[in-house]
């Protein structure tokens, strides 16, 4: 079975030390809403400046029609022959005219299709960079928080971030320069109507910005509802099939009733302070509209603007009262942008639990020895597991993990994980303190098999091959043939080919782990951690396993945590737990000798009994 290259399976051992890519990184994400835009703003800076300047040219050009309009209309009242509209006096206004919805056509589009270019870019950017950013946080924040709920904040965020740069660039600006432009005109034609406009633009923007900074608040509590209400669909249809088998239907529609009816109170909330900023701002625009009909008009009759000036303070007028009605609506959609953007910021970007060292280096391991020197750890400080633990694996040594429930097995699987920090002491591997190596050197060198095994939702061979990614399809062959799945894959449709489903939910229990199996087998690394590896199995195939197992574990330090005695009773050295404490060690012929806890639950398993609970250690 063993080939001269490498070890087990004619897989080549993992090398001891590994060059690591710079994809593992963290990347540095502020945690303010405003900032983290910035921060993309400035990834993408030269397009959004090319698009801006576009833009502004394309709203100059498209508020500045009017004033040629008027020119032409001022040609006409002076009586310009019918005969040559197209030449004299209004030749150079109508050809201004034509120029400027030339310029507002072609440099809008230019502006659009930049948008076109970029828009994809940044979100797809924004969803990378949180995506990586959450990837490092540690398993007490991932078990924490619901998996859809998390994904709909990436999406949610990546959303925000476009939407609020496109309404500053595409709706602010425009808006911006239109009112600009039209009060430079209105002033050329007459003081008093740019005073009148310049005066209600400020008051126009300054009550509705307020007014929109306002329903942020409404906003927020709308983007939580929304995502509570995500979080717990994606829940109950994650685990659907035991709503159907306790007759929950009716009891899991009511939650999620409960969610949506929250979601739809928060969701009036914030339409209604919409409505009202939306009130305030159509009634200022239909008092400016009346407003400068009238005081138009009166100039006019006054002899101090003409028909031109009257035409095109009119268009000019209602060309600024078309874009400020629209305003409130893209002030509350900016804040609301804004709102999402906060809220998956504030629930993502988080300092991380367990980080790297700046100076972290690849872990080496030569030999494989384990220690725990003093340690002390508590997933709640008040309540340590472990108090000043003092533990050392020989390299190569395989040793069984036993113990009641809450005993702290699975908390040392942990710890040699990483996937916590102890408050005080140290682990190291090989001498070398774990917390002085990247994650990822230290992960890439231990393998686990989980009780409840996690299968992506892709192929049999991407989820064997997820183990080793260079591994052939013969190599991944092999590793299912050790752990006995072969037989079972090659029945499927497509063979290795075929897709799991969600968690492998395709797949029978036993079939779920022997595909972890397989794929620990592909990737072959030097210590192997085993958390109730068979407990799915068949007792056939169990044995036949355990024997593939045994052979895998060769060369190994091992770790295996188990309830059934009888699977790890073979093995070097058995750690009995009790509250956190190492009460028995030894080889299971000794333990057995000294007649104390391990002998005990031995007794009860050979007898068919099942060990009592221990509420003390739980």
């Known amino acids: 079975m063993n080939s001269e290259a490498g070890g087990p399976y004619n897989l080549p051992i993992m090398p001891t030390t590994a060059s690591f890519p710079s994809d593992v990184t963290v990347p540095q994400l502020p945690a303010q809403p405003f900032a983290f835009i910035l921060y993309f703003v400035r990834r993408n800076l030269r397009w959004l400046v090319l698009t801006m300047v576009l833009e502004a040219i394309s709203a100059g050009a498209g508020i500045a029609t009017p004033y040629a309009l008027g020119r032409i209309v001022g040609g006409i009242a002076r009586g310009v022959s019918h005969v040559a509209p197209f030449s004299g006096e209004l030749l150079a206004p109508l050809e201004l005219f034509i120029f400027l919805n030339v310029i507002d056509l072609v440099v809008g589009r230019a502006a659009a299709l930049c948008r076109v270019f970029i828009a994809p870019v940044q979100r797809t950017m924004v969803s990378e960079a949180l995506y990586g ?55 050329h034609t007459n003081v008093l109507l740019g005073a009148l406009m310049l005066a209600w633009a400020c008051l126009f923007v300054g009550v509705s910005f307020l007014l929109a900074r306002a329903a942020q608040p409404y906003s927020a509590r709308h983007a939580q509802a929304r995502s509570d209400t995500t979080g717990a669909i994606v829940d109950a249809i994650g685990n659907l099939l035991s709503v159907r088998l306790f007759a929950r239907l009716t009891f899991e529609q009511k939650r999620i009733g409960r969610f949506l009816m929250n979601e739809r109170a928060t969701s009036r909330a914030y339409f209604l302070c919409n409505e009202r900023t ?18 138009a008009l009166v100039l006019w009759r006054d002899g101090r603007i003409d028909v031109a000036g009257f035409v095109m303070s009119m268009g000019l007028s209602i060309l600024v009262i078309n874009e400020a009605r629209n305003l409130s609506r893209r002030f509350l959609e900016f804040f609301e942008y804004i709102g999402n953007v906060a809220h998956s910021v504030h629930a993502i970007v988080l300092p991380h639990e367990v980080v790297d060292r700046p100076d972290a280096g690849a872990l080496v391991i030569r030999r494989g020895e384990i220690r725990f020197n003093d340690v002390s750890f508590g997933y709640v400080t008040e309540r340590p597991v472990f108090r000043h633990l003092d533990l050392t694996i020989q390299p190569g040594q395989r040793v069984g993990l036993v113990g009641f429930s809450g005993s702290g097995k699975s908390t040392l699987i942990n710890l040699v994980l990483r996937l916590y920090e102890p408050q005080s002491g140290s682990i190291t591997i090989d001498g070398t303190d774990i917390r002085s190596v990247t994650q990822s050197s230290l992960h890439s060198q231990v393998s686990l098999i989980p009780q409840d095994p996690g299968l992506f939702h892709r192929t049999l061979n991407e989820n064997i091959g997820y183990g080793r990614l260079d591994a052939d399809e013969s190599q991944i062959e092999d590793a299912a043939r050790q752990a006995y799945a072969h037989d079972f894959i090659e029945s499927m449709p497509n063979r290795y080919g075929s897709m799991v489903g969600e968690r492998g939910v395709k797949l029978s229990g036993g079939q779920r782990q022997r595909i972890a199996i397989a794929r620990v087998i592909a990737k072959n ?29 060769d060369g190994k330090t091992v770790l295996v945590v188990a309830h059934r005695l009888s699977t790890i009773a073979h093995l070097d050295r058995i750690l009995v737990f009790d509250n956190g404490r190492i009460v028995e060690d030894g080889p299971h012929r000794d333990l057995l000798a000294l007649g104390g806890v391990y002998a005990r639950l031995w007794s009860r398993q050979s007898d068919g009994m099942i060990p009592e609970h221990d509420d003390a250690a739980a």
């Open 525 to 553: 690394a030097p210590i192997l951690i085993m958390d109730e590896a068979t407990s799915s199995l068949d007792s056939v195939t169990e044995k036949a396993i355990q024997d593939s197992l045994d052979t895998l574990m």
């Open 133 to 187: 950013y959450l990837q490092h946080h540690s398993h007490r924040f991932i078990s924490n928080n619901f998996a859809g709920a998390l994904a709909h904040r990436i999406s949610e965020a990546a959303m925000g971030v476009n939407m609020a740069v496109w309404a500053i660039v595409f709706d602010f600006l425009p808006i911006v320069v239109t009112m600009l432009v039209a009060i430079a005109l209105l002033a």
């Open 278 to 295: 939306a009130a305030f701002q159509f009634t200022a625009a239909a008092v400016l509209k009346v407003g400068t009909v009238c005081f």
